[in-house]
């Protein structure tokens, strides 16, 4: 995810949800506009990994589940033309350190406003709003049209 910081450069967040799939396809326009490049980044974290035990799952099938998920993801959201022209991430980690790490030189990091956890009338995600307030470039968080 290191890219030339003269480079307008594009990191979105996916996770699956259907306010990243809206703040995907918010990248993509903003990156034509723009003419800069798009950073998907979809994290995968084994819940308990940190904990005292070792885990008892193999983290290869997991990252290349993971990456085979983003793809079709990303092909479905925004055609096989578009997708391949996206730049893709799968990192394993936290998912707002991971996110705030790729957004470092970046024209914009965009989020979508809730991902598939927690509470459905909650306004913000916990991502999304620990990245809007500890990013270093400008932060879009984006909602679905259904939440």
């Known amino acids: 995810m290191d890219e030339d910081a003269s480079e307008r450069r594009v990191v979105v967040g996916v996770d699956g949800s259907r306010s990243s799939y809206e703040a995907l396809r918010w990248a993509v326009r903003y990156a034509g506009l723009v003419g800069g490049t798009v950073d ?4 995968w974290e084994l819940p308990g990994l940190y904990g005292w035990s070792a885990p008892a799952v193999d983290m290869d099938v997991d990252e290349d589940e993971t990456r085979q998920k983003m793809s079709r993801e ?4 925004l055609g096989a033309d578009t997708a391949d022209s996206v ?10 350190d991971v996110l705030l790490r790729a957004a470092e030189g970046a024209e914009v990091l965009v989020v979508g406003s809730r991902g598939r956890g927690g509470f459905a009338r ?10 809007s307030q ?3 470039c400008p932060v879009v968080i984006v909602r679905s049209e259904k939440q």
């Open 87 to 96: 730049g893709t991430h799968v990192v394993h980690g936290n998912p707002a």
């Open 40 to 43: 998907a980044v979809a994290v």
């Open 134 to 136: 500890h990013a270093s």
């Open 122 to 131: 909650a306004l913000l995600g916990s991502v999304s709003q620990h990245v």
């Open 74 to 77: 990303l092909t479905d959201v």
